[in-house]
């Protein structure tokens, strides 16, 4: 899976223009899911200018509850009305900005599960938990909370985004053997928290930094199985770029 995450960028008419200028650049590409994540005024727009392509569209965030009183909250019910397929849970930048804990992240999961969107869950370490060596016991934690009360026979849909805090928008890029890793660390809570099958079967995104010039490297590692990409998914060229360099392995 290679999924382009725009955060707050992007009019309407730029997300169409993206949309028009993409598609025939990954036509020849059937080894990566590819899935856009638009900020959900675009939603609308962006599902209907991908309708009969190969782009999936996730939302960036979303209530657990299906309707209610939540001002500016987006229920799964009405992405599901739009026709958005994919959803991000607990992004760095909703935790950090906007509060969302572990706790919350395991709300929206089982939700999202429920509701049949397939669920990319964003965990990772900041900075000063790397450097006081506390990186594996993070990962467990937000993974394992994450995944508290799944039911495996339900979980087979699930994604896990590993975005190390400190290379997301910072030019700093994992290296492979940082995120390889990280990622066989969660791989193994996955185990522990639903099953081996499950661990084995789930896919596992690399992201934070991720530019054409460094994907190969990271999607050859068997435990990587796509990317999470910001700054460079704004950029048609550069995204079609990714995908095409992912087929890596
Ligand atoms: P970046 O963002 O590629 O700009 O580092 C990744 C992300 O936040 O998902």
Redesign the pocket.
């Given at each position: 899976m290679i999924a382009a995450?725009w955060?707050m960028y992007k009019t309407p008419d730029e997300a169409v223009a993206f949309v028009r200028a993409f598609i025939p650049l990954v036509a020849h590409h059937s080894h990566a899911e590819i899935v856009l994540c638009p900020s959900p005024t675009l939603l609308p727009t962006v599902v209907d200018a991908a309708r009969n392509t190969p782009a999936h569209i996730a939302a960036q965030t979303m209530h657990w509850l299906d309707q209610g009183a939540y001002t500016g909250e987006t229920s799964p019910l009405q992405l599901k009305a739009l026709g958005v397929t994919h959803v991000l849970i607990g992004?760095?930048?909703r935790r950090q900005y906007f509060n969302e804990t572990d706790e919350s992240v395991n709300l929206k999961l089982k939700s999202a599960l429920a509701h049949g969107l397939v669920p990319i869950v964003?965990v990772g370490e900041l900075l000063a938990e790397r450097e006081s060596g506390q990186t594996a016991a993070v990962l467990e934690r937000q993974t394992s909370v994450a995944l508290g009360g799944i039911d495996p026979a339900a979980a087979s849909p699930l994604v896990i985004?590993y975005?190390p805090v400190w290379?997301?928008?910072?030019g700093r890029t994992a290296t492979p053997e940082i995120a390889d890793e990280a990622h066989k660390i969660i791989r193994a809570q996955i185990a522990k928290s639903l099953s081996p099958a499950l661990a084995a079967s789930t896919r596992i995104l690399y992201?934070?930094?991720?530019k054409p010039d460094n994907t190969a490297s990271l999607c050859a590692l068997d435990d990587i199985d796509g990317a999470?990409?910001?700054?460079?998914?704004l950029d048609p060229a550069s995204f079609a770029q990714i995908v095409a360099n992912s087929a890596a392995k």
């Open positions: 995450n955060k992004h760095s930048e964003c985004a975005e290379a997301i928008g910072t992201g934070g930094s991720v999470l990409v910001g700054g460079a998914s």
